[in-house]
């Protein structure tokens, strides 16, 4: 065998492929995407078959010149990408490239997918090659296609109608509309009043509660008992009937349960349960499970330690199966072992090809084995996914459940129920968690207790409750809601979640999804004018059509030709949608000042009332309610003399000279956390954590405006180790993982956090800083981010204060080059 070139997508995966494979075998690796669509108008042409125009991506350039360059002195091509249809579409990228570039001619292009990283699975995949899979890049294709001609549209007009800057893409579009939804439910919920009555009771020692559940002979529902009069009368009837009869068990009724394992994880049961159970963010849980299945450092060999983390299958592999039984016969003995094998159903009739369920590749590196080896969040998620994969093939639980009757020869009844576990099965290793909260009745423990015998009462208690609202989406919940409307697919639900909080359309409080005031004008405007495009059925059918390409049941361009001829004629009439009409939404309520009708608006701070009669009349009040008179703050402002008050801005409440504007004079309320680094732009200033309108943490200098030096990463006192900035930023990639970066645009040079001093000069080596991108001041700051600092320091400062100065273009090239730039994309 001559030498054979491995095109895979990540560089931690090549490491691990190439020693697998031997010195025969170079392994590359793509770094992702090689090409994508035209970042302009045109790139679909939807005049000729939906011809799509594509280029090479400028950042991944080098990487493909790399393969290139080893291809020359290869004599085959093997194309590992990941095992899904992006990474089948990568593959045919590159070989169109290379193609392109001629290198192709004499050569075998050979296609193969591991589904996991290990010595046997990367073998055998080499022994067994095939083909690219056309269906599959003709899905990719069709989909890449829909969300840029969905987004190149979409988009621009939210800019003349809403905001510049705004975003539309044909799945997150939905995917706002279910948060949106979800707060309109909540701010109209009523909340209702009532009360149940509960008892404190004794067995000998043993504590135990119940409920009343019968009153008067007939069976309580929720709001039979709606205030606290009522239920105080009725706690003094049963007070009364226990003091003269005393308190007995009429009848105890046990029943035998068996409680069963759960699946393996898919991609969204693993979000789901990382969410609940650890803390994790969708986007997290990806990266990390990404480094678990590319392969990871535990001391002697680098491996990867689970199967391929993209899937909505829940089967399992032959000798995946035996491995587990073995394990847990070995392990808890024949008795926590079934009789044969459970095998799982996939629900979904789309699940990806020829996938697996995550479950860890040898189920012999066992969590306690790998404690201290993994770093804490790798650890913590495959300590998850090994659990979870041992456990589905355990043997069921048995439970009995006790449920008793008690009462005092009267009208009414308590119940206890309870139950106790009898054989613990698979609970022994793992139990699946709730995305709510709620205390189960039958998850209490309960004496014995036998009918006809007394026990005592220590307490009888009224217990005032309301009803609840729905809750707002967590990523569980969330990620979970989606796969049920069938919007997205296993690969796309963190970067759905992602984008959303990336354009500022949801916020996260307490770890719950929140719309922001521009997600909700956003997505009203969206339901309101194309309400069929973010519309679920419509969503989740596209998903279909997808599908049914990728299994070569249809053709892409008929698909595409019949989404687009609707969907363009609504453009063109929705062209005319006047901006008012888009970010206002009108009152049941007439102007005070006027007499016409108020309406909610958008503007720099958020959603507000005003009058339909501006400007003629200018009446405006906060969204809450009638505005206040300013709060005193009981000192004088120390640069005019006047007072000083109390106010609430963008950013949250400060204090304000009461003679603004012609006093500008401001303090925060609150100091900013302190890092203890001088800026290095001033060398005056310390740099301070802050917070964005958005909650985005950054730091900034704390002379700001004198200087307005800031960093999106927390700031690091260590030289740049090429051009000796005094300071370095931490940042977190899903590619690279944790690493350490340099804030000059003009160097930018990025090296891993944990990397020893050899490492950061081998690093130096072969390091090219990016190309210069105009204004050379333009240090840290990013563009966003530059905005975002000078209003969250300026407080109510003037307009003209804050503006960011931006240089102008000098020709008409340059002027038709910023016209013409359309947004990127994403589903």
């Given at each position: 065998m001559g030498q054979q070139l491995v095109v895979v997508e990540s560089p931690a995966k090549a490491k691990t492929i190439e020693k697998y494979l031997g010195k025969d075998f170079t392994v590359l690796a793509s770094y992702g995407h090689v090409r994508d669509l035209l970042p302009k108008e045109g790139a679909v042409d939807t005049e000729h078959g939906f011809a799509m125009r594509y280029a090479e991506i400028e950042r991944n350039r080098r990487h493909v010149d790399a393969i290139a360059k080893a291809l020359r002195s290869a004599d085959a091509l093997w194309l590992a990408t990941d095992p899904d249809r992006e990474g089948e579409a990568i593959s045919w990228h590159l070989v169109e490239l290379l193609r392109e570039k001629g290198l192709l001619e004499g050569r075998a292009v050979h296609r193969v997918v591991f589904h996991e990283i290990t010595q046997k699975a990367v073998r055998e995949a080499i022994a067994h090659p095939r083909e690219i899979a056309g269906d599959l890049v003709n899905a990719q294709q069709a989909r890449r296609a829909l969300d840029y001609l969905v987004g190149f549209n979409l988009s621009p007009l939210l800019w003349r109608k809403v905001r510049p800057g705004l975003s539309a893409g044909r799945v997150q579009s939905a995917a706002l509309r279910l948060v949106c939804e979800r707060e309109d439910e909540i701010e109209a919920f009523v909340r209702q009043e009532y009360w149940t009555i509960g008892a404190h009771l004794r067995r000998g020692e043993d504590p135990f509660t119940a409920r009343l559940t019968h009153w008067q002979q007939q069976k309580l529902e929720q709001f039979d008992i709606v205030d606290g009069e009522r239920a105080e009368e009725i706690r003094q009837a049963i007070l009364a009937d226990i003091a003269a009869g005393g308190l007995r068990v009429r009848k105890v009724e046990r029943k035998n349960r068996q409680r069963q394992p759960a699946a393996p994880f898919t991609t969204s049961t693993l979000q789901q349960e990382a969410s609940r159970k650890l803390g994790f963010s969708a986007s997290r849980t990806m990266r990390v499970a990404q480094q678990l299945y590319e392969g990871v450092s535990i001391g002697t060999e680098t491996v990867g330690l689970i199967t391929y983390m993209r899937t909505d299958a829940v089967n399992l592999a032959e000798e995946a199966l035996t491995s587990l039984r073995s394990f847990i016969l070995g392990h808890y003995g024949a008795d926590f072992l079934p009789a044969e094998a459970r095998r799982y159903q996939t629900k979904s009739k789309n699940a990806q090809e020829a996938h697996e369920a995550i479950r860890p590749t040898d189920v012999q590196r066992t969590p306690e084995k790998l404690r201290g080896v993994l770093?804490?969040?790798?650890?913590?998620?495959?300590?998850?996914?090994?659990?979870?994969?041992?456990?589905?093939?355990?043997?069921?639980?048995?439970?009995?459940?006790?449920?008793?009757?008690?009462?005092?020869?009267?009208?009414?009844?308590?119940?206890?129920?309870?139950?106790t576990v009898t054989f613990p099965g698979f609970m022994a290793v793992y139990l699946e968690g709730r995305d709510e909260a709620a205390e189960e009745d039958e998850e209490r423990l309960l004496p014995p207790l036998r009918e006809g015998e007394s026990v005592a009462v220590d307490a009888v208690l009224g217990e005032q409750h309301f009803t609840e609202p729905p809750p707002r989406y967590s990523d569980a919940t969330l990620v979970k809601t989606l796969e049920a409307h069938g919007i997205g697919r296993p690969s796309t639900y963190a970067s759905i979640i992602q984008t959303l909080q990336n354009r500022e359309y949801v916020e996260v409080q307490q770890r719950r999804f929140v719309p922001t005031d521009l997600g909700r004008v956003v997505g009203r405007f969206l339901i309101q004018h194309f309400e069929r495009y973010v519309d679920y059925g419509f969503t989740a059918g596209m998903e279909d059509e997808l599908d049914a390409i990728a299994r070569g049941e249809k053709q892409w361009q008929p698909v595409l030709a019949q989404f687009w001829g609707p969907f363009h004629e609504l453009l063109e009439e929705k062209a005319n949608v006047s901006r008012q009409e888009a970010t206002s939404e009108a009152l049941d309520e007439d102007c005070p000042e006027c007499g016409k009708k108020l309406l909610v608006k958008l503007g720099r701070h958020g959603r507000f009332i005003a009058c339909s009669g501006f400007p003629e009349c200018h009446y405006a009040r906060p969204l809450e309610g009638p505005r206040d008179a300013p709060e005193p703050v009981g000192r004088d402002c120390p640069d005019c003399g006047?007072?000083?008050?109390?106010?609430?801005?963008?950013?949250?409440?400060?204090?304000?000279?009461?003679?603004?504007?012609?006093?500008?004079?401001?303090?925060?309320?609150?100091?900013?956390?302190?890092?203890?680094?001088?800026?290095?732009?001033?060398?005056?200033?310390?740099?301070?954590?802050?917070?964005?309108?958005?909650?985005?943490?950054?730091?900034?200098?704390?002379?700001?405006?004198?200087?307005?030096?800031?960093?999106?990463?927390?700031?690091?006192?260590?030289?740049?180790?090429?051009?000796?900035?005094?300071?370095?930023?931490?940042?977190?990639?899903?590619?690279?993982?944790?690493?350490?970066?340099?804030?000059?645009?003009?160097?930018?040079?990025?090296?891993?956090?944990?990397?020893?001093?050899?490492?950061?000069?081998?690093?130096?080596?072969?390091?090219?800083?990016?190309?210069?991108?105009?204004?050379?001041?333009?240090?840290?700051?990013?563009?966003?981010?530059?905005?975002?600092?000078?209003?969250?320091?300026?407080?109510?400062?003037?307009?003209?204060?804050?503006?960011?100065?931006?240089?102008?273009?000098?020709?008409?090239?340059?002027?038709?080059?910023?016209?013409?730039?359309?947004?990127?994309?994403?589903?």
């Open positions: 770093e804490r969040d790798l650890w913590r998620l495959y300590d998850l996914i090994w659990k979870r994969a041992v456990a589905c093939q355990m043997a069921a639980a048995r439970l009995d459940l006790v449920a008793a009757d008690l009462d005092a020869d009267s009208h009414w009844t308590l119940r206890a129920n309870g139950s006047q007072p000083l008050v109390y106010k609430t801005g963008r950013y949250g409440r400060f204090i304000s000279c009461s003679a603004y504007p012609q006093c500008k004079y401001i303090e925060a309320l609150n100091k900013p956390k302190g890092t203890g680094i001088t800026c290095p732009q001033c060398k005056v200033g310390e740099l301070v954590e802050k917070r964005s309108r958005y909650g985005k943490i950054f730091y900034s200098c704390d002379t700001y405006p004198k200087c307005s030096y800031a960093l999106w990463g927390p700031p690091l006192q260590r030289p740049c180790p090429r051009c000796a900035w005094p300071i370095l930023y931490q940042k977190s990639t899903k590619r690279r993982g944790e690493e350490l970066v340099c804030p000059q645009a003009e160097c930018a040079f990025h090296f891993p956090a944990a990397a020893e001093d050899a490492e950061v000069q081998r690093l130096l080596a072969d390091y090219t800083p990016p190309p210069p991108k105009g204004d050379a001041d333009a240090t840290a700051r990013p563009r966003r981010a530059a905005k975002t600092v000078k209003k969250a320091a300026a407080g109510p400062k003037s307009a003209a204060a804050a503006k960011t100065v931006r240089s102008k273009p000098t020709s008409k090239a340059a002027t038709k080059s910023k016209t013409s730039k359309k947004p990127t994309v994403k589903a």
